[in-house]
């Protein structure tokens, strides 16, 4: 049953959605062409098809419709100009210069900009051949452009026509990573799960997530219809989005010591209650998931989740009557009814068309989380630096470029010879770990879909049979290019091959040498290129994201002290500081990512990173932990040491923050009015405030041990910077 829902998961999201509608728009040209006795002519506009696909990723329909338009433009420009100097070969490699480097600095701008300058310099690069020569420039740089204007007005039309279809697919695609997050976190309470392995799976995962709800957050926000609409559909969007996110704050929050758990409660039955319970919850999400994806609804859901609940109350009040006092246990009973709450309502969805949750809705304040790419060109004037990464990669890949037009000059016997620039453009990345990975995958796609092509070719003779699997072959690779690369690249090369042999004169097992031996050579100039050319390692920017992630950390946890103290705290700066925290954490735990894939001697601090990236996944558990108190109580009863506790973690906050570089602090905000008599533990008079009490009293007394471990770390860091720059300044003494 898991395996078909996983089946038709695939079928019905977005990958493969825009697989087909890729292929559809690829393959159209040449067979009406073909009809008509234009092979040729069908199969060089479907080459502008696929560069506009380039820039048409998941996003609001504006940004792409834009962006579309915009490559439409450069793909003519540029491919008129390369075919009309084709023939100049150092005007060719000036010009491709300009074109490289331009285009990279593009990233400035963002993601989309930054593909904008991929499908700029493929333009060029798929261009710089002679291949027919018959035809004017003019004449094929508008058969390449009218092959983008074809795709562009399928892509938007369909758009048009479905404008929830995406938001649904990458909703739904952010449960399943959200339902793998919880299966993960149930680990924790499996006495012989091994922690160390399910704090880095965490780590994996949560990057994943916060990437999946940045695009949904994009893609409901930025939709001015979506954000109007009073539908079913669009409202039941809108509601599970937020809802999932409380959802994963839920999860989130129950961060606890669990090595004490264990110790103290790893063979009772409350534990496996609990196990047994998320894992339920995980298996839950993935089948509303399976059933947003297929526009279904669900019978109802798969577990009786109130006598499960029922099962783990039962279990805590048995330790309860054993003497034992698991307060813990009981707050994530709590944690787990909360997000179970959270699936019913998602649930009354489906059934009730006029249902509406009882909380404010998320439209009201969407404003705030509109994405807003700022194009100034002055942006692009504060990059033009040595200390600029983008700089750095724009230079490199110039250089780089330029060597490998050089190389097509002698590498003997190639038609296909720009296919070393090809590779270069696509593999050289500005990190050395993304770079790194690519080169992987790209070798590891071209040799077995290589072999596969080659084997159809020489051993399948019937062109109805050939042709089928062509389809087939490029309907996987636009699939899974962007999702798994590797897989993706196996499926284009052997769909390249096969297709070469309807309409080229050269033979099949040239195309193949040619292909691999180009992957080689660009492959291997990309990859040795990030180690000297201009090299930008992850190291260079650990204090920037670190101070990041402090200061993210400063500000929600100033929110929840501030309501803590009975403060007034609106929704929205709550919302926003959330947003700001979980994105912060991702982009540590990514940066330790790329930090890993570096070379060893350039791995500086890894092991310190490493400390601070699990040091703040748990200080972000522990601060959502204080929010479930709050919402649970409204308002609860600070001592006189939760106030001394709470004064001390913002003060070294501060302290943290500016240990990796000068912060003006005074930004930050620093008000929060106390009761002015603060009571005593002993003063509590019920038992359930003396809990509430305690726990609260925990939680700040293991967030302060967070903060004082950044502390150490912080120093570790500073103590090292110091000696780098005391050894520049030997180094710089030697020289003179």
Not at 43 to 72: C, I, Q, Y
Not at 188 to 193: A, E, G, I, K, L
Not at 317 to 325: F, I, Q
Not at 683 to 702: G, P
Request: hydrophobic letters at 45%; glycine letters at 4%.
């Amino acid at each position: 049953m898991e395996f078909k829902n996983k089946l038709e998961n695939f079928i019905y999201g977005e990958a493969l959605a825009d697989g087909i509608k890729t292929s559809i728009a690829i393959v159209i040209p040449p067979i009406v062409a073909g009809y008509f006795g234009e092979l040729y002519t069908g199969v060089t506009m479907s080459l502008g098809a696929v560069l506009a696909h380039m820039t048409d990723t998941p996003g609001p329909f504006k940004e792409r419709r834009n962006f579309l338009w915009l490559s439409v433009l450069f793909i003519f420009i540029i491919s008129f100009l390369t075919k009309t100097i084709n023939h100049l070969e150092y005007v060719l490699g000036l010009f491709l210069i300009v074109i490289v480097f331009c285009s990279n600095m593009l990233a400035v701008w963002g993601q989309r900009a930054s593909a904008l300058g991929m499908v700029i310099m493929m333009s060029m690069v798929m261009n710089m051949n002679d291949l027919r020569d018959d035809l004017s420039a003019l004449q094929i740089a508008s058969y390449i452009t009218a092959g983008a204007i074809w795709y562009s007005i399928f892509s938007l039309a369909i758009s048009t026509f479905r404008p929830y279809r995406m938001a649904q697919q990458n909703l739904a695609d952010t449960m399943i990573h959200v339902s793998e997050y919880i299966r993960i976190k149930a680990s924790m309470f499996d006495r012989d799960s091994n922690y160390d392995d399910i704090i880095k799976k965490l780590i994996d995962e949560h990057v994943i997530i916060n990437e999946k709800q940045s695009l949904v957050r994009e893609l409901v926000f930025s939709n001015k219809r979506l954000v109007k609409d009073q539908t079913p559909i669009g409202r039941s969007i809108v509601f599970i989005y937020s809802d999932l996110i409380d959802i994963f704050e839920n999860i989130t929050a129950t961060q606890y010591d669990y090595k004490k758990i264990r110790e103290e409660y790893g063979d009772t039955k409350a534990m496996r209650k609990i196990y047994n319970m998320m894992n339920k919850l995980a298996h839950e999400l993935k089948m509303i998931a399976y059933h947003i994806n297929s526009n279904k609804k669900p019978k109802s859901p798969t577990f009786d989740f109130e006598v499960e609940l029922k099962k783990i109350d039962d279990a805590i009040k048995e330790l309860y009557d054993e003497g034992k006092k698991p307060i813990v246990l009981t707050k994530i009973y709590i944690n787990i009814k909360q997000v179970i709450y959270k699936i019913d309502f998602i649930h009354k969805f489906f059934y009730d068309d006029s249902f509406s949750e009882k909380k404010k809705n998320p439209l009201d304040h969407a404003q705030n989380f509109q994405p807003t790419v700022n194009y100034s060109p002055y942006k692009m004037r504060d990059h033009f630096n040595i200390k600029s990464s983008i700089f750095r990669h724009a230079l490199r890949a110039t250089i780089v470029m330029l060597a490998g037009y050089a190389i097509t000059f002698i590498v003997p016997t190639s038609y296909h010879s720009y296919w070393i620039l090809m590779t270069t453009v696509v593999i050289l990345k500005p990190g050395f770990s993304v770079t790194k990975k690519r080169n992987y995958q790209r070798l590891k796609g071209t040799i077995s879909g290589g072999i596969i092509g080659l084997l159809i070719v020489l051993f399948i003779h019937d062109q109805g049979i050939r042709f089928t699997l062509m389809l087939f072959f490029m309907l996987l690779a636009y699939t899974f290019i962007r999702q798994r690369y590797s897989v993706g690249t196996f499926y284009l090369t052997a769909y390249v091959l096969i297709a070469f042999s309807f309409y080229s004169k050269i033979d099949t097992i040239t195309i193949i040498e040619e292909r691999f031996m180009d992957t080689i050579i660009g492959g291997f100039m990309a990859f040795i290129s990030c180690y000297l050319i201009f090299p930008t390692w992850e190291k260079n920017n650990m204090n920037e994201y670190i101070q990041k992630a402090l200061i993210a950390d400063y500000e929600f946890i100033f929110l929840v002290f501030k309501r803590l103290a009975d403060n007034e705290v609106s929704t929205t700066d709550y919302k926003i500081a959330r947003k700001d925290l979980f994105i912060a954490m991702a982009n540590i735990n990514s940066v330790f990512q790329r930090v890993i894939s570096e070379p060893k001697d350039k791995q500086k601090n890894a092991d310190e990173l490493n400390s601070f990236t699990i040091f703040n996944q748990s200080f972000v558990s522990y601060s959502v932990g204080l929010v479930k108190i709050i919402k649970k109580n409204n308002s609860v009863i600070l001592t006189s040491e939760h106030i001394r506790l709470i004064t001390k973690i913002l003060q070294l906050l501060l302290q943290n923050i500016n240990m990796y570089g000068n912060y003006k602090t005074e930004n930050l905000l620093k008000t929060i009015i106390f009761d002015e008599h603060p009571v005593t533990m002993e003063e509590m008079t019920t038992d359930d405030l003396k809990n509430d009490a305690e726990l609260i009293k925990n939680l700040l007394e293991y967030l302060y041990e967070i903060v004082s471990d950044f502390s150490k770390v912080g120093q570790v860091f500073v103590e090292n910077n110091s000696k780098d720059t005391e050894s520049k300044i030997e180094e710089k003494k030697i020289t003179v």
